[in-house]
């Protein structure tokens, strides 16, 4: 009969507890909403408004799709839609 041999991964998913990975997540996802709340911050201070101002005042189109505002608008929107996802992930957990 063919010995069974686990895999490091495995080794370690058995070494830790449910408690201790639970921790690490929310751990995460505080540090994602503290990140994306820095990104946040420096594009309001950048544009001036914030980030739904800057998308119904259609910036973008108003500085002539260039690389730069390009780019910052999908940061921006990444780190707006990061903070409400992290968020919500945390609701999971009855922590917010």
Do not use: C
Request: charged share 35%; proline share 0%.
């Amino acid at each position: 009969m063919a010995a069974i041999h686990k895999t490091v991964a495995e080794e370690i998913i058995e070494t830790v507890s449910i408690n201790e990975i639970k921790e690490a997540l929310i751990n995460e996802y505080r540090r994602r909403i503290i990140r994306y709340r820095m990104v946040n911050e420096g594009m309001k201070k950048k544009y001036g408004m914030t980030f739904e101002d800057f998308e119904s005042k259609n910036i973008v189109k108003e500085q002539s799709f260039s690389w730069n505002v390009e780019s910052d608008d999908m940061e921006w929107e990444h780190a707006v839609e990061g903070v409400r996802y992290a968020e919500q992930k945390l609701e999971g957990f009855h922590l917010t």
